[in-house]
């Protein structure tokens, strides 16, 4: 099956910084991969997301990149703000399979004012 | 947009005890619904899919015993925690995926979570 692994787990920035955030998978049919931002006790709300036809996307402060090759994708978030301390997960999904989304172990986004 | 709803947002039991969490589509069918567990600062890991009309498929691990899966409804799934024991204290997080949602690999929707807590 699907592995999709994501780092780094914690990332601490001062507001006003830029923020990555990787992921790599191991299925190379995988084909759309989602990013999602989990506030503390809240559910977890898609904030982009990327198919394979396309390297990248970008919406306002956020962008995603995808390496197919290199089987890997990156999330990138521009001039931090304090409301974006999250956790943030990437996920995978196999078009043509069952669609459930592999997801990677999330990585907890601190942004210090 | 499709949204999920999930009750109770919070429980508390004691060891021994079942717990049933709802999970609900408000504006759409869905034939398919999720279960995730979540432990704190840790992803979201599947436990099962729920299946309208027939049973849970559960992921390697999973007692299906344990945690029962009903989807009785193309708008609700229950998953009950039978026996409850500290363990099991979890966030447990439903999602599902909106049939009408093109094309098929779109977003999850998920519910709100349950803090589950067992005493």
């Known amino acids: 099956g699907e592995n999709v692994e994501q780092h780094p787990s914690t990332l601490s920035v001062q507001e006003g910084d830029s923020a990555v955030i990787k992921c790599t998978y191991s299925?190379?049919?995988?084909?759309?991969f989602p990013w999602y931002k989990q506030e503390l006790g809240k559910r977890p709300q898609l904030i982009i997301d990327?198919?394979?036809?396309?390297g990248e996307k970008k919406d306002q402060r956020i962008a995603v990149t995808l390496n197919k090759t290199a089987k890997h994708f990156s999330l990138h978030i521009t001039e931090t703000q304090p409301e974006d301390s999250a956790v943030y997960f990437c996920?995978?999904?196999?078009?043509?399979?069952?669609?459930?989304?592999?997801f990677g172990r999330g990585t907890s986004l601190i942004v210090h004012p | 947009g499709a949204v999920v709803s999930q009750h109770p947002s919070r429980v508390i039991c004691k060891s021994g005890t079942s717990v049933k969490i709802e999970c609900r589509s408000l504006?759409?069918?869905?034939?398919?619904m999720f279960w995730y567990r979540q432990f704190p600062k840790k992803s979201l890991m599947l436990m099962a899919t729920?299946?309208?009309?027939?049973?849970?498929?559960?992921e390697q691990g999973v007692e299906k015993d344990k945690f029962l899966i009903n989807h009785a409804s193309l708008t609700l799934s229950t998953l009950t925690v039978t026996s409850a024991h500290p363990e099991d204290s979890s966030f447990y997080i439903c999602?599902?995926?909106?049939?009408?949602?093109?094309?098929?690999?779109?977003?999850?929707?998920f519910g709100n979570g349950t803090r589950l807590t067992v005493t």
């Open positions: 999602s599902a995926r909106d049939p009408e949602d093109r094309p098929r690999d779109s977003p999850l929707h």
């Open positions: 299925d190379s049919a995988s084909n759309y």
């Open positions: 990327i198919r394979s036809n396309v």
């Open positions: 996920a995978a999904i196999l078009s043509g399979g069952s669609y459930i989304p592999t």
């Open positions: 504006d759409f069918q869905a034939t398919t």
């Open positions: 729920s299946n309208e009309g027939s049973k849970a498929t559960y």
